[in-house]
């Protein structure tokens, strides 16, 4: 069965660095999405992701991140400085349609620890 | 406000008996739900995707209903296995003209079936 795919599994950084999340989504979805989980809290909605452009983006993805598809497989997340609150799960996503269909396929996530 | 909620947040049951998990949703203006199971520290496995002009759909031993009018649905687990022991979230799609299909989750049900 067709996999989101998400790297690191766990990635440890300081207070301030730039870190990179990355994803390669299902070869035939269209639609790019961005969640994380703090410990102990509900998924959350970052971003989605469309026709090489942001579609909508949540009230916490502020200008400390952004969003790439550098080529036709890789979806990535960046955070630029990053602080303490940002230590998450994240999860990456995709979907064959916006509408419809079979709905998201999650990937098993990135475990980020800001130290 | 468009809410997510699931109760209750904890159920632990004795391996055999059936379990019921519930989702409710303040607005019925869905365009589906779907849920997923998530084990300790782990992604998000897709397990039943409901579309808003559905009432049920089953896979193996999961049967999910959907009732939009009460803002509910409903996850059957028959038979429950130790292995069933899990958190189950349920998220919403909601149809608003400006969603680009992001998902709203509940806080989950963790699940703990005892042999």
């Known amino acids: 069965e067709p996999e989101v795919t998400q790297t690191p599994s766990h990635q440890v950084t300081q207070m301030g660095q730039e870190v990179i999340l990355r994803c390669v989504p299902i070869?035939?979805?269209?639609?790019f999405y961005w969640y994380r989980q703090i410990l102990g809290q509900k998924v959350e909605f970052l971003v989605s992701?469309?026709?090489?452009?942001?579609?909508?983006k949540s009230e916490i993805f502020d200008d400390q991140f952004s969003v790439e598809r550098p080529d036709g497989s890789n979806f990535t997340l960046k955070i630029r400085s990053t602080k303490l609150e940002d230590s998450a799960m994240y999860f990456c996503?995709?979907?064959?349609?916006?509408?419809?269909?079979?709905?998201?396929?999650f990937g098993s996530g990135t475990r980020l620890t800001v130290v | 406000k468009q809410e997510v909620t699931q109760i209750p947040a904890a159920l632990s049951v004795p391996e055999g008996e059936n379990l019921v998990l519930n989702c409710s949703f303040t607005?019925?203006?869905?365009?589906?739900l779907q849920w997923f199971r998530q084990d300790p520290g782990k992604g998000l496995t897709s397990l039943l995707l409901?579309?808003?002009?559905?009432r049920e759909q089953t896979s193996g031993r999961l049967n999910a209903s959907l009732d939009k009018s009460s803002g509910r649905s409903t996850l059957y687990i028959a038979a429950s296995q130790p292995g069933d022991s899990a958190t189950y979230l349920c998220?919403?799609?909601?149809?608003?003209?400006?969603?680009?299909?992001?998902?709203?989750f509940g806080a989950g049900t963790q699940v703990v079936v005892t042999p």
């Open positions: 070869s035939n979805h269209l639609y």
């Open positions: 992701f469309y026709n090489n452009e942001i579609s909508e």
């Open positions: 996503a995709s979907s064959e349609a916006l509408l419809g269909g079979s709905g998201y396929t």
């Open positions: 607005d019925s203006a869905i365009y589906n």
């Open positions: 998220a919403v799609r909601w149809m608003t003209t400006d969603s680009w299909g992001k998902l709203q």
């Open positions: 409901i579309q808003s002009s559905q």
